[in-house]
């Protein structure tokens, strides 16, 4: 093991935490756990590997209940996930510095909870639907969001569903359901590409025990979106936490400012 018998335990507990918290808005939560394991971990291979198999476990749960509740649109969704699985694992395969990675990373982080954060305040109702874009929009947002997605070990949802709320894509529920099916398909693309790069890193006895505190949060946080709850709340909670990791894994981990 990696880590003692009470540092797993907490591990789990804050696994649990960010599944279930992030499930409930369709995401997978790749960024928190990114954010987590680099203060535990030492290899930033064992970091990205072990956040995209647990944000794989979260996601196929979501959507599975989903597809059964009649709110994914393989159709619909197509023409993100044609762009956005090259490059994802495109993204994968880059074999970056470990100070690069932390600077995309915190950077990233930092991105995406100011973006959750605008989202929550935003009082424009979410109901509101403008489908009349172009389709080549989507898949500019598909690559982009992959490479990036590829990059940073994350499935990507958390970057797409704060954009396509402000565009008015779809209802509230079916832009989590489509940035369920993203990041499924994002990490399984970033997976074989650390596996085919030999980056692909995991201490399974501790990945065990945090795909089992995932699975049981990823399970209650989607039924309770299903059933009808907003999430606002816990977007706006969930930013500010990653926002304070993010700044945190930039200024120390990637820019390596001691304070």
């Known amino acids: 093991m990696l880590i003692s018998i009470e540092n797993l335990i907490l591990l789990c507990i804050g696994f649990f935490i960010v599944a279930t918290l992030y499930s409930s808005v369709g995401f997978g939560g790749g960024s928190s756990y990114l954010a987590i394991l680099t203060l535990v971990f030492v290899s930033f291979f064992a970091i990205r590997s072990t956040a995209l198999i647990c944000n794989l476990v979260v996601v196929s749960g979501s959507c599975y209940l989903f597809y059964k509740n009649g709110h994914l649109n393989f159709k619909k969704f ?20 470990e100070h690069i990675f932390f600077i995309i990373l915190g950077g990233a982080l930092i991105v ?18 403008n489908p009349n874009y172009p389709t080549y929009v ?31 894509w779809d209802k509230s529920i079916k832009i989590a359901a489509l940035a369920s099916f993203f990041i499924l398909v994002n990490s399984i693309s970033g997976i074989v590409g650390l596996v085919t790069r030999g980056t692909f890193e995991i ?42 990791v993010g700044i945190r894994v930039l200024l120390i981990n990637g820019l390596q400012i001691n304070y």
């Open 203 to 244: 201490p399974w006895i501790e990945a065990i025990a945090l795909i089992v505190a995932v699975l049981i949060g990823g399970q209650l946080g989607v039924r309770m979106s299903l059933n009808k709850f907003t999430g606002k709340s816990i977007k706006l909670i969930t930013a500010v936490l990653v926002l304070i």
């Open 78 to 97: 197509l023409p993100f996930v044609l762009t956005s699985i090259p490059f994802a694992f495109i993204g994968a395969r880059f074999r970056l510095q």
């Open 112 to 129: 995406s909870a100011l973006a959750l954060i605008l989202q929550s305040s935003n009082s424009i109702k979410s109901e509101e639907v």
């Open 138 to 168: 989507t898949y500019i947002l598909g690559a982009g969001i992959g490479l990036l997605s590829g990059l940073v070990g994350i499935g990507g949802g958390i970057f797409l569903a704060p954009i396509l709320n402000y565009m008015k």
